[in-house]
């Protein structure tokens, strides 16, 4: 499904201004987040610290969606980017949906398929370039720069799939700190950590870390061009941003990898196994949180279900792009079980609905993961809810749609606790019979509640865990001990390239001395022999 | 210094018998551990589970000089030896430091140093050899066998330094917990992480993660010879073993690699920052604690140093092994500074020691570490006694003198909280230099107190951490979910060498047939004007 798991969204962009309210008591703390659902975690971690006396401050541009101006918990810096490339996230993201599902069920021809993706990879561009561009903007406002310098902040918090933060910390020379997934075009490991391709699923390949000798091979044809998407098309952008400010000796890549903590937004009972380095903190399921009770309406609907519990399904933002078809096939299934079905649904209702099936446009999602009748979660696999539904114990029907949906799914089915449904080949009798086996047979049941226990079985909750390591870079002023520098070394010195052929060399020096040596020997011999013979 | 770190404590062997303790409540820890130093810390962790609640029954064999037979924490299990190989460890290393010195002392000749070192090899292969016979002791006696198998433990903690305990748990199908830093004959991370040699400094090393060129290629070297050594001299002997009673298709090193959670007794205040692993725990400087008041006499001693404070010095328990005129050089120097001395010693007294000094057999370490007037320690560079350093932020003057004390002392030089003194080449002049430049330059306290903050700068006490780990595995039976099985691929499959070779094999491949394709339209093209031409 491409190279570009979440996907950062999209900044919106016009004319220049700015605001700053600076402030009191604690750490200060300056924060670039990235827009939408990546904000909801970010905004929870800056309601913990906030809570915890430190004084955030919050860059946005004028035209955020998510991310107000005015928030009891934070000061923001508003900036107002000059050119207007106004990208309406959502039908962005709708219309490339319906676009990927007709290409996979049409079967469009690949030259269809490349041009499409080349679309892709250039709005990608486009968003990086935007975003280095609020680098831009910042660097030279200096009424706001200096401004900036004055509050002293302590620490920049940022989430790396927009990462112009790392540059203005470098300009700040303040430590930085990633909450973080998805980093540039890929997972956040692969800039920091060892990541052999024979055990480690490279982002956009759903594969377990147990692969056969084609995966192997397609695993690291991914690694490959994720690194070329990076390089060419990502990173550029914000070479050119340090290259002007900074000069040629200071190399963005090293600034990304140089963060003092990454506190990354999964952990090992959701990832595989794999190497780690000390600087990375696992906060997976940080928003977590028990259920509250339902409202009476809902309580009473779901109470109605009696035995057979309930199901509940919602497919994201993105739940409207889903053609007519599709939904009326799922519909069809749902009136076939004696189940209650609680579907969160945006745009045009199928008209076969069964009487068990009710549509919301809204549902507290977590307050009805944690209710005891529920049954199963018909979900997209993004990774909050996902992270819900282990929390609460609740097997999952996936059917992934988009970016790193499918790598999520896949990671709870291959510990039973899941099972993907391929949205292009959805039908009625299909999604019925999963949806039987989810519901009837308790071993994804079982294996999901084994998950949620493994997953709670913490010395700490990871949103203190959170809270503890952004405290910790503002007490000691950096996490430098944490972090590796082995980056900065050139790639042969790193890899002992220059080693092994040095070692090599010396062997063959060694071996041609003998070799030379035996045969002067030799050669000696025989003419000392020779005339004696003669 | 050689590729024996932390030497593992010898056996002491005589004829076969056992003795057996079950017990109550809790989780049931069957504790394989090594003798010596080692057991220290090991005892610590034991005690902390008993008070816990949980059953912990120690392995030991029938004439173990540390670890008891009858303890109020533990029940034991006894198992004596068939053969006697009396190996008197402190007697040994004794002999084995003053050879060493006097090899590097007086320059003995290479042959006379590779003979001394092949017969410490031989020794090591003698130790592992008597501690993999532990495991056929066991195995071949059915009652003891039996008892262990009826007292359904939950899980095996061991020290892998003398790693039996692995093959045990195989046969009882129990989850593994290790508590290490040495391991055969290398460090733990080795085993079980990625470990780039172009950073990661190989054990018997002792150099930064920041090499030159030269520093690199000894490195490497270092790391094959390690890795010879363990699998050649220790390993070799589990082999057999695990051979004997589990066939070919078990794999010793596959039992060690897949331990579930490993308590490794190091930090990253002390440790180079390295690649690591989801189940490495780190719980180094578990040992540490507040000071305690001191005795009357002692306070007596170190109040009447007035403002100058007091230096301690202790090398171990192979302090005895340092010929007199090295500690009559360190007499002399201490005679001619303000502060007072206290000086862990034992054998012959130097005839030259000042007023100032005061020799003990044994003193409360922690206790004068912690007290507010200690200004220095002379120390040999035992993790423990650096640990405690550490912990109360007290410079070190380090005297290394076997195995990791080097690379340990080395850990905190690089860091600016030591000075490293060569036992080779000490006399009165260097060593009075170095005590006053680590008393009257405060960047060395500094430093150590720098390292001190951040060591003590964790959400959980390193003992706790342990303890919640070890009962992590019981409560989930093992830690599967941490632990990677890429250590079973075959190192072509690991290192991606057979997928590289396949993509080169179809480039050269499809390079082949468009320069077949290219010749043969050339060929054919040629043909046709040909006839023209003519």
Redesign the interface.
């Given at each position: 499904m491409g190279n570009i798991p979440g996907f950062p969204l999209l900044l919106l962009l016009l004319s220049a201004s700015l605001l700053i309210t600076p402030g009191v008591q604690g750490g200060k703390i300056l924060v670039f987040p990235v827009d939408g659902s990546h904000w909801v975690n970010m905004n929870l971690l800056i309601q913990s610290l906030h809570a915890r006396g430190h004084e955030v401050t919050v860059v946005r541009t004028a035209t955020s969606w998510y991310i107000k101006e005015n928030a009891p918990h934070y000061h923001s810096i508003t900036v107002t980017l000059p050119e207007a490339i106004i990208l309406e996230e959502q039908d962005f993201f709708v219309t490339f949906l319906v676009k990927m599902l007709a290409i996979q069920r049409e079967g469009a021809t690949l030259i269809g398929f490349v041009k499409f993706y080349w679309e892709i990879l250039g709005t990608l561009s486009k968003i990086h370039e935007q975003a280095s561009r609020l680098g831009v903007e910042i660097f030279e406002n200096k009424t706001l720069m200096q401004s900036i310098r004055d509050t002293q902040f302590d620490v920049v918090l940022l989430d790396p799939g927009l990462p112009v933060g790392v540059v203005v910390a470098h300009e700040l020379k303040l430590p930085t700190i990633f909450n973080v997934r998805w980093i540039t075009s890929g997972e956040g490991h692969f800039v920091v950590?060892?990541s052999?391709?024979?055990?480690v699923p490279m982002s956009g390949h759903a594969v377990s870390?147990?692969m056969t000798?084609v995966q192997?091979?397609k695993n690291?044809?991914h690694y490959v061009l994720n690194t070329c998407i990076d390089r060419f098309i990502v990173s550029s952008h914000y070479d050119r941003l340090v290259n002007r400010y900074f000069g040629p000796d200071v190399n963005f890549y090293h600034l990304l990898q140089g963060a003092d903590i990454w506190l990354m937004r999964v952990d090992?009972?959701f990832e595989?196994?794999?190497?780690?380095?000390?600087?990375i903190v696992y906060i997976g399921g940080f928003q977590c949180k028990p259920s509250e009770p339902l409202s009476s309406e809902l309580e009473e609907f779901v109470q109605s279900s009696g035995e057979h519990g309930f199901i509940l399904m919602s497919l994201g933002t993105l739940v409207k792009g889903l053609p007519l078809d599709i939904t009326s096939e799922i519909a069809a299934a749902f009136a076939q079980i004696p189940q209650k079905v609680i579907w969160r649904h945006v745009g045009e209702h199928p008209n076969n609905l069964g009487n068990n099936t009710m549509l919301v446009k809204w549902m507290p999602q977590n307050d009805l993961l944690g209710h005891p009748k529920i049954k199963a979660f018909v979900a997209h696999g993004g990774t909050n809810g996902v992270y819900e539904s282990m929390y609460h114990g609740v097997p999952i029907i996936g059917i992934p749609l988009l970016f790193d949906q499918f790598e999520n799914i896949l990671r709870l089915e291959a510990r039973g606790a899941a099972k993907m449904v391929d949205v292009t080949k959805l039908n009625q009798q299909n999604f019925l019979e999963t949806l039987q086996d989810i519901i009837h047979n308790p071993s994804y049941r079982n294996n999901m509640k084994r998950l949620s226990?493994?997953h709670r079985?913490k010395?700490?909750h990871p949103l203190?865990?959170a809270v503890?390591w952004t405290e910790?870079v503002i007490?000691?002023k950096g996490a430098s001990?944490?972090?590796?520098?082995?980056y900065k070394?050139r790639w042969y010195?790193?890899?002992?390239v220059?080693?092994?052929c040095?070692?090599l060399a010396v062997l063959l020096l060694v071996m041609g001395v003998v070799v030379a040596s035996i045969q002067f020997l030799c050669f000696r011999l025989c003419r000392r022999r020779k005339p004696k013979q003669e």
């Open positions: 950590a060892p052999p391709t024979s055990y870390d147990k000798f192997r091979v690291l044809l090992f009972v595989f196994p794999r190497p780690t380095m000390p600087n226990d493994l079985d010395p700490m203190d865990t503890y910790f007490r000691n001990h944490l972090r590796t520098d082995s070394m010195a790193y890899y002992s220059d080693v092994i040095f070692l």
